[in-house]
């Protein structure tokens, strides 16, 4: 039994795969961490002033996914105090079950 269920947990483990997001800090400072509900997610550069705090890079998330992956990109640049990400690429990258989703982009902090 206990095979099965280890069996069972690896082939759940390789369909779902290990969605991930990485955000490297590129800013002097710091800044209080923001609320994940109040980052906006934008398409283009914003008019407002803003300053550059890290790099975010989101991978391996399925291709229904996107607000699940919106969701944990603001958690994460919510810690660098970050206001708004503007993503600056995103896709889905072909394969197995229907392929993976994707997005490269910049968390910013209004001034």
């Known amino acids: 039994m206990k095979a ?9 483990w390789l369909l779902a795969g290990c969605a991930v997001v990485d955000v490297t800090k590129t800013t002097k400072g710091f800044y ?8 906006e997610i934008l ?5 407002k002033p803003y300053v550059e705090l890290g790099t975010v890079t989101a ?23 970050a206001t708004a990400v503007i993503l600056t690429e995103e896709g889905i ?4 079950f229907g392929g993976r989703r ?6 910013i902090r209004y001034k």
């Open 102 to 107: 994707w997005a490269m982009g910049v968390a």
């Open 4 to 12: 099965k269920v280890v069996s069972l947990a690896l082939v759940c």
């Open 59 to 81: 991978t391996n998330f399925a291709p229904s996914d996107t607000a699940v992956m919106h969701n944990a990109i603001r958690a994460k640049s919510a810690a660098l105090g």
């Open 43 to 47: 398409k283009t550069r914003p008019d």
């Open 32 to 39: 209080d961490p923001t609320n994940p509900n109040d980052v």
């Open 93 to 96: 990258l072909p394969g197995g």
